[in-house]
């Protein structure tokens, strides 16, 4: 365990899979305390016992990012049990696709709530808490550096078929980012958002293909995945000439965690291994 986030307080919505889960595990590596969220009680139960077993600390709040209470539980989760609040990482969320003619009302509403409204809710919730750690620090003549993260997708930046609803709320993210680094910077807080190009998770590991892989969010049973030719289109059309692992993809997000990005705010970095042949 190594101790630059030593007692640091992250907290990390979707961490029960995925990008999200790699990055519960590094930053806990790093001596932070973890909040683990997750749709699913069981991968984030599994994300907080895998951090346990290594010696460091995090806790569980389960349940939908949407829901109305969710914020408010979310901050007090990180406050109760560990008594800060140093890292947000907005990072839950699925696809669920189709072209605009074909897209329903709840299927554009859906998307929004969970990748837009509710990074939203979670940092007008910490809004409070972070300017009054902000006032205690200094009192104390402590200078101390927040950090802030929202998932973005080169859906946001560059637009994508067939993905109106995730493309609009991936964008959203974005100015979300840069709006907050502004009325934050007083605060010391750095708010920069990461964007994916094709990382092999759950959301595009499987074959789109094949009827069975759909994944069941909130009782909306949701294809996921990414056809093989995209996967095979990869090694030419990427320069780095393959899709990104979940470990690297939390890499990018990590740089925007630790002290080092202390000058770095509201910032997009692409983590697409140089692009999708955009
Ligand atoms: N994988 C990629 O290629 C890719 C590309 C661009 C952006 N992203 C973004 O990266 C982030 C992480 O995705 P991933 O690839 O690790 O996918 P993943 O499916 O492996 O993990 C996402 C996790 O978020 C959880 N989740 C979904 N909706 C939720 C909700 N309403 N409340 C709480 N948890 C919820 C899921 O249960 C899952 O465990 C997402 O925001 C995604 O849009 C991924």
């Excluded at 990008?19 to 984030?44: S, T």
């Excluded at 829901?67 to 989760?77: E, H, L, M, S, V």
């Excluded at 409070?128 to 200094?138: G, Y």
């Excluded at 990590?254 to 705010?265: A, G, L, Q, W």
Aim: proline share 3%; glycine share 12%.
């Amino acid at each position: 365990m190594g101790n630059k986030l030593q007692g640091k307080v992250a907290l990390i919505t979707g961490s029960g899979r995925g990008i999200g889960r790699e990055l519960a595990l590094m930053l806990a590596k790093d001596g932070a305390h973890i909040v683990v969220n997750d749709l699913d009680v069981a991968p984030a139960n599994q994300t907080v016992a895998d951090i346990i077993g290594m010696g460091g600390k995090a806790v569980a709040c389960t349940g939908s990012v949407t829901d109305d209470d969710f914020a408010d539980r979310f901050i007090n989760t990180a406050l109760d049990t560990f008594g800060g609040l140093d890292i947000i990482v907005n990072n839950a969320g699925y696809t669920w696709d189709n072209v605009i003619q074909k897209m329903g009302d709840d299927q554009w509403q859906a998307i929004l709530d969970c990748h837009l409204t509710a990074p939203f809710r979670i940092l007008r919730a910490a809004q409070p808490h972070i300017k009054r750690l902000f006032l205690e620090d200094k009192e104390k003549g402590i200078t101390n550096f927040r950090k802030v993260v929202n998932i973005s997708s080169t859906s946001g930046m560059n637009g994508n078929a067939g993905q109106i609803n995730y493309a609009t709320a991936k964008a959203g993210v974005v100015g979300m980012a840069k709006t907050m680094a502004k009325e934050w910077g007083r605060y010391n807080v750095n708010v920069n958002a990461v964007g994916f190009g094709l990382i092999k998770t759950r959301l595009t590991d499987a074959d789109a293909e094949k009827a069975e892989s759909t994944i069941d969010i909130q009782g909306n049973t949701i294809k996921v995945g990414v056809n093989s030719a995209v996967f095979e289109s990869a090694k030419t059309m990427i320069p780095l000439g393959r899709p990104g692992t979940p470990e690297e993809a939390a890499g990018a997000i990590y740089m925007f965690c630790i002290p080092e990005s202390n000058y770095v705010t509201g910032q997009i970095l692409m983590c697409h291994g140089g692009g999708f042949g955009l």
